[in-house]
């Protein structure tokens, strides 16, 4: 039978509708969430329920199962493969002749992306698609994504008939030719070598992490190189400085979200290191959300600000007994009483964001603190009162 005690999780059904997969972590799996078929009998009664095997499935998840409507071509998401990070979605062909599935293919960037693309839909044509991913320019979390799958025919051309060749008497007079200047072999460049460890804050031992860097304007991914446990390897190759944004996550840890901005390519070889202390999710532990931006003297968010708050979303609803404290501070332009307002009404806020996206409000508290606890010196705006403008959270329950 197809429905168990245990979970299954997505379904598609072939375009003839007699067969489906599923995807479920009932026992005798490969592990996690496996894919499985299923075909109709003459009662209209799906049996014959089968796993696909470790071709398909891994000792992780598998999920979001689509058969295309060539009725061969399975589409399906795996945290199990070789990939960019998160769910990537992966496609295998059926061999009628030996029964078998083909190696799956990842199916690459801009639809894959280091967080999770899972669940894909394509139309009739199998020429657009759907699917579900978690991106920086997303109005929530999981969004819905349109992309195009169109292949561009290569052109053919008749070859053109050999002509003969035909001698030509060619007749050869002294001329001053004019100096060639010899031209200058072009400099070697190397690109930016960019290193990241993450480590426990406390014990500086290496942390196994999440580690996504990506252009701070255009938002394209900088591939990343896993090179042993919580350190990872980026390959910078644009021209002249550029900025980004650095994201590391991981289970257990406070969510680190760091603009830097990086060099690209130069004549000499270049490597820069850069070490991430992670916070662990403990009792008092005080993390300010540097990326929250508000409109002048308001409390509305500006669009920048929402890569902050869905990885605080993500952070609390990854642990769900998180209890936190929301703390917005000001700098000391305007009264007292009206700092604390304002700072009151930013912390409110961002627990509007979160109780919105399901978070329950009873686990969050909300607290203005005005500009009574300035992280700096409000004599100078760059380095004192823009410091000072912010918002905390700290945790009160784990």
Do not use: C
């Amino acid at each position: 039978m197809v429905n168990s005690s245990y979970e299954e999780n997505s379904i598609s059904i072939a375009r003839d509708e007699k067969m489906i997969f599923f995807s479920s972590n009932r026992p005798g799996g490969n592990g996690g969430l496996d894919i499985y078929s299923a075909t109709v009998d003459e009662k209209g009664q799906w049996t014959g329920i089968k796993n696909l095997g470790v071709k398909i499935n891994t000792e992780t998840d598998e999920d979001g199962p689509f058969i295309d409507h060539d009725g061969k071509t399975l589409y399906f998401s795996s945290k199990g493969r070789k990939g960019m990070g998160g769910y990537d979605i992966f496609k295998s062909t059926y061999d009628e002749l030996t029964g078998e599935w083909s190696e799956p293919e990842n199916v690459g960037y801009p639809i894959n992306t280091p967080d999770n693309d899972i669940f894909i839909f394509l139309s009739k044509d199998s020429k657009t698609g759907y699917y579900a991913s978690v991106r920086e320019d997303a109005i929530g979390y999981d969004d819905i994504y349109m992309i195009s799958l169109v292949e561009q025919p290569i052109a053919k051309k008749d070859p053109e008939p050999v002509k003969p060749v035909v001698p030509v008497p060619v007749k050869e007079e002294p001329k001053n030719e004019p100096v060639k200047p010899v031209e200058q072999p072009k400099k070697q460049t190397y690109p930016l070598k960019y290193v990241v460890s993450v480590v426990d804050g406390s014990t500086k031992q290496p942390v196994s992490a999440k580690v996504k860097l990506q252009g701070a304007k255009d938002n394209v991914v900088v591939g990343a190189k896993p090179n042993g446990v919580g350190i990872f390897e980026f390959t910078v190759n644009t021209t002249g400085v550029k900025d980004y944004r650095l994201t590391v996550e991981s289970d257990g840890y406070v969510f680190v979200n760091q603009s830097i901005a990086l060099p690209g390519v130069s004549e000499k070889e270049n490597t820069i290191t850069r070490i991430v202390d992670m916070k662990k999710l403990e009792m008092g532990v005080v993390s300010v959300l540097r990326n929250l931006y508000f409109d002048f003297d308001k409390a509305t968010f500006k669009q920048e600000s929402y890569n902050e708050l869905n990885k605080l979303e993500r952070m609390m609803l990854q642990n769900p007994n998180l209890k936190v404290e929301i703390a917005g501070h000001t700098d000391v332009v305007g009264t007292k009483n009206y700092n604390l307002f304002l700072s009151r009404k930013r912390a409110e806020a961002v627990k509007d964001f979160l109780t919105k996206k399901g978070i329950d409000s009873r686990r969050i508290k909300i607290v203005g603190y005005g500009s009574s606890r300035p992280l700096a010196s409000n004599d100078d705006e760059k380095d004192g009162r823009e410091l000072n403008r912010r918002v905390e959270f700290k945790v009160t329950g784990i």
